[in-house]
């Protein structure tokens, strides 16, 4: 009796280790297919599967699969010749952590606490970005092209009209998504799924807010020297492009590894 219950969190740690290795190597599969729309902020979906190991995992190993994908993503493909920031890795693991602690600790609350804060975050976000591109001036209207400022360079660059156009979209997604989780009503959908899904936005929300806008916009701030509200600014518009594009993927994926992990 003794050794079966010796191996049983053998086991389980194994696979967990598994399971985490796999969540790694699907992140650092996505990590070449990244593109910039917005100056110093690269969109890719690296994340999702970071923050789906931190759902389905626990915030402690979903922390672990965010720090390995940056440290292997940096040995990896980086070629700018940057010294490692282990502060961005910070970010990375902070980016797996959220989700757990918010399907683990916060798993027992109600759907409306959930939408609740969904939609805090959404007008503080916007009610930030506006303040930080007024006060600083970093965005403009000039010569039929949307500038902005690059906290890289301080100069004023043109965004292509297919970035105006995925920032506008992003805009709408987000707001579609907000006002989709709180009002929307579908007949096939039961009221554990909405609250899961509700979960998944605000566990992706945490995660981008916390990890990728506040802890790497300051650490690239920092690193570089560029100014900080310009960099927020930045980092916020990028937000409204991945938060809603990574949680109604994670929304869609959950449930089919949820299922998957429960064979294996």
């Given at each position: 009796?003794s050794?079966?219950?010796n191996s049983?969190?053998?086991?389980?740690?194994?696979?967990?280790?598994v399971?985490?290795?796999?969540f790694a190597?699907?992140?650092l599969?996505l990590?070449?297919f990244s593109?910039?729309?917005?100056?110093v902020?690269r969109?890719?979906?690296?994340?999702v599967?970071?923050?789906i190991?931190?759902?389905?995992?626990?915030?402690?190993?979903?922390?672990?699969?965010?720090?390995?994908?940056?440290l292997?993503g940096?040995?990896?493909f980086?070629?700018?010749?940057?010294?490692?920031?282990l502060?961005i890795?910070a970010?990375?693991?902070?980016v797996?952590?959220?989700p757990?602690?918010v399907?683990?600790?916060?798993?027992?609350k109600?759907?409306g606490?959930?939408?609740?804060?969904?939609i805090?975050?959404?007008?503080?976000?916007?009610?930030?970005?506006?303040?930080?591109?007024?006060?600083?001036?970093?965005l403009?209207f000039?010569n039929g092209f949307v500038?902005?400022?690059?906290p890289?360079?301080g100069?004023?660059?043109?965004l292509?009209?297919?970035?105006?156009?995925?920032?506008?979209?992003?805009f709408?997604?987000?707001?579609?998504?907000?006002?989709?989780?709180i009002?929307?009503r579908?007949?096939d959908?039961?009221?554990?799924?909405?609250?899961i899904?509700?979960?998944i936005?605000?566990?992706t929300?945490?995660s981008?807010?916390?990890?990728?806008?506040?802890?790497e916009?300051?650490?690239?701030?920092v690193?570089?020297?560029?100014?900080?509200?310009i960099m927020?600014?930045?980092?916020?518009?990028?937000?409204?492009i991945?938060i809603?594009?990574?949680?109604?993927?994670a929304i869609?994926?959950?449930p089919v590894?949820?299922k998957?992990?429960?064979?294996f």
């Amino acid at each position: 009796m003794s050794s079966n219950a010796n191996s049983q969190p053998k086991k389980s740690k194994i696979k967990m280790l598994v399971l985490s290795a796999l969540f790694a190597a699907m992140a650092l599969v996505l990590k070449p297919f990244s593109f910039y729309l917005l100056p110093v902020a690269r969109f890719s979906f690296i994340a999702v599967p970071i923050i789906i190991a931190g759902i389905t995992l626990g915030p402690v190993w979903g922390a672990a699969v965010g720090a390995v994908v940056d440290l292997a993503g940096y040995l990896m493909f980086d070629t700018s010749g940057a010294a490692m920031n282990l502060f961005i890795t910070a970010a990375f693991a902070i980016v797996g952590a959220m989700p757990g602690l918010v399907f683990h600790y916060m798993k027992d609350k109600k759907k409306g606490f959930y939408d609740t804060i969904n939609i805090a975050s959404y007008f503080i976000l916007l009610i930030g970005v506006v303040i930080l591109l007024t006060m600083e001036g970093s965005l403009k209207f000039a010569n039929g092209f949307v500038n902005v400022i690059s906290p890289a360079s301080g100069k004023w660059i043109e965004l292509p009209h297919l970035a105006v156009i995925a920032i506008v979209i992003a805009f709408v997604l987000y707001s579609f998504v907000v006002i989709r989780m709180i009002t929307g009503r579908k007949q096939d959908t039961s009221k554990e799924e909405q609250r899961i899904n509700s979960m998944i936005l605000l566990s992706t929300t945490l995660s981008i807010v916390l990890g990728f806008m506040l802890v790497e916009g300051t650490a690239l701030a920092v690193q570089y020297g560029w100014k900080l509200s310009i960099m927020y600014s930045i980092k916020i518009l990028q937000g409204f492009i991945t938060i809603p594009s990574y949680s109604l993927i994670a929304i869609m994926l959950y449930p089919v590894i949820a299922k998957q992990m429960k064979k294996f």
